[in-house]
């Protein structure tokens, strides 16, 4: 087993499931409130330990309770955190709202600390990051750190993945950079002004991100499972069925951490791509973002059924 590296943010997540949205200027009432750990990045970390991988997290904290969270969150899933705690700024915060008849949900984010993750940063993890097998970040540290981090673990050799999340427009050339990258339906559109409705859609979207120097594009779709495509190979993995949906917050970065765990060991693509989705089956399965994530054992036996 490889190592995965990854680039991100943690932030306290802090759920409100309620029957619908307020309107602006309404006040409603909700139906239940949770506090949990969360941030893509974090959650893909946890995720990645949890699936078996040897996992090590870069970001920034505060030094509040927040941030004694995300310490004990990493620790119970055996993430290596190579971080820095900031005493001025506070730890990230999310406000996630839950709708309670189909589990969709949408969400604010507060980086606190994290918002000043810097290219002194990744420098000072050049060894961690040349180390690894695999590389992942996404966009809610500042994007030109994540370049710059994808661009030295390029440089050395180490797969490299984005998550283009949240959607967000990229410098020239940062798809160059990545051998994968794996949007959802809407942050596919985003980067290529292609709408993402179905299977046959997401190929399409998948060959643009190609076109625009993407390796691989690996398409999340939800219900309709994922979307491979690597200019020789498109194939579309179906999703795996765990149970009933409770929450579906997490699933994407289920799904990235266990791809990255899949591909470290040395898995085929499409076969870590069959890895992640699972992951991801099972994790919609169950409340919260981080505690949703399932062992190496629970992902095996959904496989193997």
């Not at 932030?11 to 309620?18: G, H, I, L, P, S």
């Not at 691989?216 to 309709?224: E, F, P, Q, R």
């Not at 498109?234 to 929450?247: D, L, Q, R, S």
Request: glycine share 10%.
């Amino acid at each position: 087993m490889g190592k995965v590296v990854i680039l991100g943010v943690f932030v306290a997540d802090t759920a409100y499931r309620a029957p619908r949205q307020p309107k602006m200027g309404e006040t409603i009432l909700g139906k239940s409130f949770v506090l949990g750990p969360g941030g893509k990045g974090s959650n893909q970390s946890v995720a990645a330990a949890m699936a078996g991988a040897e996992t090590h997290f870069i970001s920034r904290l505060g030094q509040d309770p927040f941030a004694d969270m995300a310490l004990a969150t990493w620790n119970r899933a055996g993430v290596h955190p190579a971080v820095t705690q900031d005493p001025k700024s506070y730890t990230g915060a999310a406000y996630i709202f839950i709708e309670d008849g189909t589990g969709n949900n949408a969400i604010i984010i507060s980086p606190g600390a994290a918002a000043e993750i810097s290219n002194a940063d990744i420098d000072a993890n050049a060894a961690l990051i040349r180390s690894a097998k695999v590389f992942i970040t996404q966009l809610e540290q500042p994007i030109p750190v994540a370049v710059h981090a994808l661009r030295m673990a390029r440089a050395a050799g180490v797969t490299t993945i984005l998550n283009p999340a949240p959607a967000a427009s990229l410098p020239e050339g940062t798809l160059a950079l990545c051998d994968y990258v794996t949007p959802n339906e809407s942050e596919a559109e985003a980067l290529t002004g292609l709408p993402v409705t179905s299977v046959a859609e997401a190929e399409s979207a998948a060959r643009a991100l190609r076109a625009l120097g993407a390796g691989a594009a690996i398409i999340t779709l939800g219900d309709k499972g994922a979307l491979y495509h690597d200019g020789a190979r498109t194939v579309h993995v179906p999703p795996f069925k765990a149970g009933p949906v409770v929450e579906t917050t997490g699933a994407g970065d289920a799904f990235s951490g266990g791809f990255a765990a899949a591909l470290a060991e040395g898995q085929d693509p499409v076969s870590a791509v069959r890895f992640g989705s699972a992951t991801a089956g099972i994790s919609v399965t169950r409340p919260g973002t981080a505690p949703s994530m399932p062992a190496r054992a629970e992902i095996e036996a959904l496989l193997k059924n």
